[in-house]
């Protein structure tokens, strides 16, 4: 067998680097967490990870993630073909602003969205008349995660499109597609594996989402608490061992649901003959 | 190799000695307090390193830390090397000392009047003009009425605050426990928002308008409206409300560390002094001694009935497990099929 020669150093010290690397910096802390948490009982474990209060916020947390992943997903893409097929005035300032919501301290965030939306902020005067409450309710949290997650989507899709040859859509039309048959069947399937990292991403950094959210839920019980919340409140009882139990199941809930959406891409990347 | 690792000891060693040494001739205390006490350590710091340098001739560096007092005590307990610790309420210097063995079983009973050289109480802050004429703990419950009161899972002012309202229920209900459950439950239903912390609280009530009235500390609203101007805000001082008081403790575990037992103890004790009195009154806090404070200060205190939290719950271990442990009073009020 003949020996491939490549430009970087071989398999063994690249996967042994890697692997080091990643044992340190995400296995380490989260081995701790499942450590620390192994002092309680079995039993013990299940009552706390199921009481009714924890219980709803995982059905908040999780839920809304998904919901403010999936709008992302939806008014990403549109972003992102704005800033790729379109010239405009002020596209390279557009195109910055994306990134603000990376950058911005989650505090400021969620707090700057709470004087926006309480029943005294400039957007939630006019709701307010209309029955609709946004902030420190749950719709709020929604509000929140999307803010957050907006640039995962926009960043992932926006280079897969810009390498994406107009001649296809072109020849699409040419060949007498339709504008959503040259959508569905030939631009769709292209974007879809950045579509659902980018999905992903953004779905990943909703759950775990503290400080914005904080500011704008709520916080009541049963209705507006989110895990993260759960997990400090735990904390602020000085019950170490209850946080950390909370917080490996919602670390196992997001690594299923993880492997769960990088299986899905990996299918749509196959079947899309894109496969890496 | 082995000399150079013994060689980097050494070096490690001499410059860990070079540093205590100046430790010695300047000493640090570490203060780690809560929030609304930033001001006052402030002055009463300066007050302190002045008083300090006339009796001793030694120049002492006081440091302070302010934070949510649950936060700071888990600082305090995850390592950091608090010499002093002042918080909101006893329960959190009692889990410090649980968790670290850093302090005497009876640390409270190491300075006067509970260890506690300044005190507060709840009161109410309403809008100006009082629209919805709030006058005491019943008015809380009439329709329409909303409350903001923090989290008490996760903030100390709020346990205060509910355990206020439980105390009030008691006391006029001939202390029936389950008219004083009713009590709260039908406060805590009336709160459109609970904060993780009574900062948090505050400005939901101030800058985002919600609410009609906010539960607070009589030192923080004080703080409030003088920071906000009269002419948004009002006290309403309840018929009865609960002694809230902040402890102070020497950690001593650590001080005896540093070496700074002796500092943190005259620290400590000068708090009680005229000095330290009259600076907590400046500070809205209620002295133990009035007669040291400033009268036109010692005026803002308006006299009420005040229940404690050892007379009416059997101190904060207990009230801490009744009412705020997980399955306790407050997760039962807020279980599901309970409204």
Known sequence: MARTTRVLPGFGPALGLTLTWLSIIVLLPLASVFLKASNLSLVEFWDVVTAPRVAASYRLSFGASLAAAAINAVFGLMLAWCLVRYRFPGKRLVDALIDLPFALPTAVAGIALTALYARNGWIGQWLEPLGIQVAFKPLGVLVALVFIGLPFVVRTVQPVLEDFDLEHEEAAASLGAGRWQTFRYVILPVLLPALLTGFTLAFARAVGEYGSVIFIAGNIPMVSEITPLMIITKLEQYDYVGATAVAEVMLLISFVLLLLINGLQAWTAKRTGRDR | ?339
């Open chain 2, 1 to 339: 190799m082995k000399r150079s690792t013994a060689f980097r000891a050494l070096l490690a060693g001499v410059a860990a000695t070079a540093l205590s040494a100046g430790a010695w001739a300047n000493q640090t205390l570490l203060n780690v307090s809560y929030d609304p006490t930033r001001e006052f350590y402030q002055a009463f710091n300066t007050e302190f390193a002045a008083h300090w340098k006339k009796t001793t001739g030694e120049t002492v560096t006081l440091k302070q830390s302010h934070g949510g007092a649950g936060k700071q005590a888990r600082a305090v307990i995850d390592g950091l090397e608090a010499d002093v610790v002042t918080l909101a309420l006893a329960y959190d210097i009692d889990e410090i000392g649980e968790l670290t063995g850093k302090l005497p079983k009876d640390w409270q009973k190491k300075f006067a009047d509970n260890s506690a050289p300044y005190t507060s109480t709840i009161v109410f802050l309403v809008r100006k003009g009082n629209p919805k004429g709030i006058k005491d703990w019943d008015d809380l419950v009439k329709p329409g009425v909303e409350i903001i009161t923090p989290n008490p899972k996760t903030s100390g002012g709020a346990r205060w605050n509910y355990l206020a309202a439980w105390g009030y229920a008691l006391k006029k209900n001939g202390n029936s426990e389950a008219k004083a459950r009713e009590f709260v439950s039908k406060i805590l239903s009336k709160v459109p928002v609970l904060d993780s912390g009574a900062r948090g609280s505050t400005n939901t009530f101030v800058q985002r308008g919600i609410g009609d009235v906010l539960l607070a500390w009589e030192n923080e609203a004080l703080l409030s409206i003088n920071e906000l101007g009269p002419d948004k805000f009002e006290i309403v001082v309840p018929s009865l409300s609960i002694l809230a008081e902040p402890p102070v403790a020497i950690v001593e575990g650590v001080a005896k560390k540093h070496g700074t037992e002796k500092l943190a103890k005259a620290y400590l004790e000068y708090l009680y002094s005229p000095t330290g009195q009259k600076l907590a009154a400046k500070h809205y806090y209620r002295p133990r001694h009035p007669e040291h404070a400033d009268p036109a200060d010692q005026a803002r205190f308006p006299k009420l009935d005040l229940i404690t939290i050892d007379g009416a719950f059997g101190g904060w271990q207990k009230a801490q497990k009744t009412h705020f442990s997980d399955g306790g009073v407050f997760d039962q009020i807020y279980a599901p099929g309970n409204k």
